[in-house]
């Protein structure tokens, strides 16, 4: 197999599999653009490669406070919800190998989701932040009353802009520095 090739694969394997989009589903049709025979081990081991790589990337949330109940009954959700899979995988393999693998049955369902994920996008409509909520706005800014930036919101960009905008309009108002925090 070409090194080339596979590296092609690992890249969009990486690229796909951070995006709400089917991962394999895109392997198995470049794979076949490159023609390269995409068997269950191939596909297993760029999926490993990509768990392994954000494990390294998020290592310093996922291993941080590591023996804490609530960390270890993260990781037990994790392993218990990996068995139906791995136990549906091993005894449909072939089935899933022969049947799901065509071309059609991956462009169909790659469309459908597309189409699904379009409809739930645009009918999620964000609400108003209110200003009157201090509770809630208190949590998005630091003890010197300045705003947290995204990054420490975890917050989307738009979402980001709402609460600031909440924020100075209860600032404006005087709502917040009277608020217990």
Request: hydrophobic share 45%; glycine share 6%.
């Amino acid at each position: 197999m070409n090194i080339l090739k596979v590296s092609i694969l690992s890249i969009i394997q990486g690229i796909t599999e951070i995006l709400p989009i089917s991962s394999s589903a895109h392997l198995l049709l470049t794979s076949q653009l490159l023609n390269v025979e995409m068997d269950t081990y191939l596909l297993s081991v760029l999926h490993l490669g990509t768990t392994i790589a954000l494990c390294i990337y998020f290592s310093s949330l996922l291993f941080r406070d590591i023996f804490k109940k609530e960390k270890l009954s993260l990781y037990v959700k994790i392993l218990i919800s990996t068995i139906p899979a791995g136990i549906l995988g091993l005894f449909f393999e072939s089935i899933i190998e022969e049947k799901l693998r065509g071309n059609i049955i991956i462009a169909a369902s790659l469309i459908i989701w597309g189409i699904v994920m379009i409809i739930i996008e645009r009918r999620k409509e964000p609400k108003e932040i209110d200003f009157k909520n201090t509770e809630l706005l208190k949590k998005f800014t630091s003890g010197m009353e300045k705003i947290k930036g995204k990054k420490k919101t975890g917050t989307c960009s738009y979402h980001q802009r709402k609460l600031a905008q909440a924020i100075k309009r209860a600032r404006n108002l005087g709502l917040l520095p009277y608020s217990p925090k």
